[in-house]
């Protein structure tokens, strides 16, 4: 008779339950590729929007396209653009303004991208 250690037997592999037979794949939500040039561009846009004192909608247009595919150049760069954005809106402007985006259409989500920063 074959001597067996019950001790190295994981049971967790026998369970079809089991966290350990869960394909962690299906967790990563499927986000389109996006480059350092694209958010660059996207970037410029959003800049020229706030140069002519449009803050309101410099700030959705950042927010309205995060780079979640982007490498951690291109998320430099958007940082950059939202934190100047948010840096250029006066204190007396911001709750007004955050308001407003809040009751357009897809405001809730725009306003959870800016939670994410």
Same mark, same amino acid.
């Given at each position: !008779?074959?001597? #067996?250690?019950?001790?190295?037997?994981?049971?967790?592999? $026998?369970?079809?339950? +089991?966290?350990?037979?869960?394909?962690?794949?299906?967790? #990563?939500?499927? #986000?389109?590729?996006?480059?350092?040039?694209?958010?660059? +561009?996207?970037?410029?846009?959003?800049?020229?929007?706030?140069?002519?004192?449009? +803050?309101?909608?410099?700030?959705?247009?950042? $927010?309205?396209?995060?780079?979640?595919?982007?490498?951690? =150049?291109?998320?430099?760069?958007?940082?950059?653009?939202?934190?100047?954005?948010?840096? =250029?809106?006066?204190?007396?402007? !911001?709750?007004? !303004?955050? =308001?407003?985006?809040?009751? =357009?259409?897809?405001?809730?989500? #725009?306003?959870?991208?800016? !939670?994410?920063?």
């Amino acid at each position: !008779m074959a001597t #067996v250690n019950w001790r190295t037997i994981n049971i967790d592999l $026998l369970d079809p339950e +089991s966290p350990a037979n869960f394909s962690t794949a299906t967790l #990563v939500p499927a #986000v389109t590729p996006v480059s350092a040039a694209e958010v660059q +561009s996207l970037s410029s846009q959003i800049k020229q929007l706030l140069r002519g004192g449009d +803050s309101e909608g410099a700030l959705r247009g950042a $927010l309205e396209n995060p780079p979640y595919g982007g490498d951690a =150049s291109a998320k430099e760069v958007h940082l950059a653009t939202v934190v100047e954005i948010l840096q =250029s809106i006066k204190q007396a402007e !911001m709750s007004p !303004m955050l =308001s407003r985006i809040y009751d =357009s259409d897809g405001g809730v989500e #725009v306003l959870d991208v800016l !939670m994410k920063y």
